[in-house]
């Protein structure tokens, strides 16, 4: 089977900007520099033993702690946003993960990255809460298309962004965003798929272009 590099070169993406922050972060931690998603950034933090993290150094709320630190100093760097955002996601916090990358974005408005993380946050939580996964999968479909429109030739964001939408119930703003998808990537691995999806909102009712 054929494997589409534009979609592997996405999710890589976002698991690159969280090894590079934490990777680099801990050298931010000790003191020697100070500057700086199928895939899911969450099979980042899935492993390691107590006795791994005891000897591996500072403890993920010592960098915590460091990093909060450093972004009061400089509160606009998306690469600490993205950092501290990552640290909490290895901790489990999601809530403090949302709360800092919609911080983030207000104060950092052109970094793209930000809400990619964000929509898998919100997708996470979605898993998380049955009973509010329609509204968190709304605020994941928000944040892809978000990234979206900063970056309109990224293919893979309108696809998350229609995958989201549809999860939450929104055909109408799911089909856009695959037409968008499909516009930009009309061969690629998950287009008939795609294709036929939307073929079958409309069917059952939903708005868009064939």
């Known amino acids: 089977m054929m494997i589409d590099r534009r979609r592997v070169s996405f999710w890589t993406r976002l698991i690159a900007i969280g090894l590079a922050v934490v990777f680099v972060g801990s050298f931010v931690v000790m003191g020697i520099g100070s500057t700086f998603p199928a895939y899911n950034i969450f099979e980042l933090f899935g492993g390691g033993s107590p006795q791994q993290q005891e000897t591996a150094g500072p403890t993920p709320q010592e960098q915590i702690e460091q990093t909060r630190s450093q972004l009061q100093e400089n509160p606009e760097n998306p690469e600490l946003i993205k950092r501290l955002a990552f640290l909490y996601i290895q901790t489990g ?106 073929s079958d909102l409309l069917r059952s009712g939903g708005e868009g272009r064939p």
């Open 93 to 198: 916090d999601l809530d403090q993960a949302v709360a800092t990358l919609e911080e983030g974005r207000e104060v950092a408005p052109d970094d793209p990255d930000i809400p990619l993380i964000l929509g898998q946050v919100y997708q996470q939580q979605a898993a998380n809460n049955p009973d509010r996964a329609d509204e968190l999968n709304r605020r994941a479909g928000d944040a892809y298309a978000a990234a979206a429109e900063m970056e309109p030739g990224n293919a893979q964001a309108h696809l998350a962004a229609g995958d989201a939408y549809s999860a939450a119930g929104e055909e109408s703003r799911a089909i856009e965003h695959w037409n968008r998808y499909l516009e930009l990537e009309p061969e690629g691995e998950q287009a008939e798929q795609i294709r036929q999806q939307i």
